[in-house]
């Protein structure tokens, strides 16, 4: 017999005492829990989203259109950035200005190389006002996953209010489980040395948040 | 299931060498009663934390109540995304399996992100035997493999480690392993993180392999979860060319929507946290993004054997969030070694016994490494009455009675004059030198009357035994005098 065929008659056995179950998922859980907590207006829902970023370290910038191209200018050489790594579908204009090497996400580039990357700028799919949460699919906005974690900087252009939810129910409405997904909130951290929180540990140890609002 | 600690001494043994460590007991104190005030905080923050933990019991029962149909889904949908799954149904299939996927890559090396699963089945000593280094790369898995050491808590298994000890292992020991510790290292946390990130970064960026578990699977779309807060779990599911996920079968939850509950249960009852700092979610595999191999093992390993008891089953229902050792006053005292197994406090007082048995005097006292207070079952997100199961699991121990263990039912004979009786009187000696702890244990007594037998089993037996039980009243006195009183006064 397979270790398939018994695990499978393992729990059909573990479960032939149980009385008959015909509920569906639908009945089986009552799902009486909020989709978001409280009420708030949509510039309100933004706030938080930055409220939330900053609790968690990371440093938030708010700006319009058609200053993008010089604020990532200058937050990129305020970090001293001498690369930085470019999804494929990254506006063109956003980089404009930029004094720094571009570094094209290619498949062909080994994880040596990207470590060798500065900073790694991206837009995003959805961000989580509640949690304070960004969260990257891989779109071509945002490029592979390994070029948003090897790069010690990650500067992360959320476009408000469009991309921002209030609650993490509402987020996963939004997205679609066939991509690869990543959940940010905050640069990297740990708990490990005496359940203190430290911030910077293998992910980007910056974590720079722009909401972008439409011109 | 392997992983017990070799040699390990019963509970009341190795607890009491614990209680007597005192660097033990005020890391273990200092670390415990921060998180407990934050937790408490990030749960207040969410008014509906009664129905999404409600509902998170029911995800989990229903999926436990159709396991099969579940199980044979994610398979469906792994493959359909590109992955392979893999079945074990105990730690040295799963070992077998692991070892042989790394060796048809040609590598001899690993890196790994915490897993509980992995911890349990022994997977680094089963690799390494086969001549594969496995690396742990979360912090405090780093900090326990250097230091030769044991995990001691779920989320954070070097908990029993204040920082002046871990700078010293790291000094010693890191260069053993790779990069050594940068001259002058100090014991800021800061620094020792910093550490740990240059001493882990080379074998981060030359791994071929990634090994890990999985928070969640999820059935519909085959999609799998880590939960994490370092990087750590990002670079090892992200670089390598090949993944391996070791997920215990308890893990499914039937549909995508069902992770809105658990992504907001889980990081408020582990770190105490509004969202842990990163969560990994892949279906398969993505062309040229991660890896281009991804396997899936579904463990069993004694999983089964719990699913079929009628009470004890809920175990099944945990999401390791490690809430329930934060809180408990026995946790506090003894520490995680003392439960010798990698499932500690009142979660691995019911977990163990049920995935090893109550066969070794380890396992049969740990059902007895409670006060029965009832702290855990009121933080836990998915409502396991823990209390409860260890009532049951005493019952079983001194009494024997029908279980099955590898799959086969059994009729367990009565532990007569076994080391759980004297177990038992030792934890009696405990809670009477420890009157809070005795408190509780009889508030508890009191609403859960309809689970107690004539004479308490455990150490209420041993109570029991000396002096007679007072019938139990319907409002317990403590609960009567605090409604009454207003708690003033009423110590908790
Ligand atoms: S038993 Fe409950 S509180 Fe304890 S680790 Fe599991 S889920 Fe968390």
Redesign the interface.
Known sequence: M???E??????????A??PG?ARP?EE???????RE?GRRSVPETVDLLAE?LAD?RAIVHRCADGQLPELLTRLLAAHGSQSVAVPPGLPPNWLKAVDATRVQDR?AST??EL?RVDSVVTGCAVA?A????IVLD?SPDQG???IT??PDHHICVVRVPDQVVAS??QA?ERLD????????????????????????????RTLEVVLLSGS | MSGTFVGMPAFPVAAREAVGDRTLRS?LR???R??RDKRARAVA????WA??R??GK??K??TL????RY??QVEETVTA?GGTV????DAD?ANEIVARLVEETGESEVVKVKSMATQEIALNEALEARGIHAYE????EL?VQLGKDRPSHI??P??HR??GE?RDIFRSEMSEWGRPAPEGLTDT??E???A??LH??EK???AKVGVSGANFV?AE?G?LVVVE????G??CL??PETLISVVG?EKIV????????F??TLPRSS?A???????????GT?D???PRAFHLV?L?NGR??T??D?VG?QALRCIRCSACLNVCPVYERAGGHAYGSVYPGPIGAILSPQLRGTGSEIDASLPYASSLCGACYEVCPVAIDIPEVLVHLRERVVQGGPA?RD?NRVVLKPARGHAAERAAMRAAQWAFTHPGALRTGQRLASRTRRLHPRTLPGPGRAWSGSRDLPAVPAEPFRDWWQRTHGGKGGAK
């Open positions: 397979s270790s398939r018994r695990v499978l008659g393992r729990v059909r056995r573990a479960l005492d149980v179950d998922y089986a859980v009552a799902r009486d829990y909020l907590h939330n968690y498949a994880p040596p470590d989580v509640e949690t304070g949460t891989g592979r996953r390994r974690l090897v993490v129910p996963l489980p066939a991509r690869p997904l990543t959940w940010i909130s905050g640069p990297s951290a740990t708990s490990d040395i005496e359940l203190d929180r430290v911030e910077g540990v293998h992910g980007p | 890391n200092h670390a415990t921060t998180i923050e969410l008014d509906d129905a999404l409600e509902a029911q995800i029962d229903h109540r159709h396991l099969d199980l044979v995304a893999h079945w074990a149904a299939e790369t979360d912090l405090a900090i989320l954070v070097a908990i204040n920082r871990i946390p800061a020792l993180a910093e740990a990130r882990l970064r981060f960026l030359r999820v779309t999609t807060s370092e990087g750590n990002r670079m992200t670089l079968i039937p549909r995508w929507q069902d992770l809105e509950v992504l907001q770190t946290e509004r969202m842990n700092p990163y969560t990994s979610m892949w279906t993505t040229e993004d991660g579904l069993d089964t054997d699913l079929a009628e089953r099955v799959g």
